[in-house]
């Protein structure tokens, strides 16, 4: 799929008026993944050394893969319904993960705390648009 398509297709679907450009999407992205890295790295590492119990790792896991799902799915599979339920996985993951994490270490599920916002408004976005383009 060449990218002048992929924009052609985004730009064309029917969106809400308070739709982030892309280039402030991108924005936020890009100031949200190193904090993900780095508290999920962390959980990680406190898993592989013994410090947090190992069944802890499944919501970060659950999250990271629908996270990295989302883009295939909305740009390379164009499948907005399946999108909308991919990122309800990633913000209901967000909330498990926090909560999982909180007795073991509150400042990594301090962190999400910009992560989740976002993901609730890139999920009331993503439903609006599948709604609206149904």
Request: glycine share 4%; charged share 5%; proline share 7%.
């Amino acid at each position: 799929m060449e990218y002048g398509n992929f924009i052609d297709w985004y730009n064309a679907l029917a969106k809400p008026y308070w739709t982030p450009s892309p280039q402030f999407i991108g924005l936020v992205w890009q100031t949200l993944y190193p904090i993900i890295l780095l508290t999920f790295g962390f959980v990680f590492v406190q898993i592989f050394r013994g410090k947090l119990p190992r069944i802890i790792v499944l919501p970060f896991l659950v999250n990271l893969l629908a996270n990295i799902a989302f883009t295939p799915i909305q740009f390379g599979f164009r499948n907005l319904p399946l999108a909308s339920l991919d990122i309800v996985i990633v913000w209901a993951s967000i909330i498990w993960l926090s909560y999982k994490i909180w007795p073991y270490y509150k400042s990594v599920a301090l962190l999400q705390v910009p992560y989740f916002i976002w993901v609730s408004i890139a999920t009331i976005l993503q439903l609006s648009i599948t709604i609206m383009n149904w």
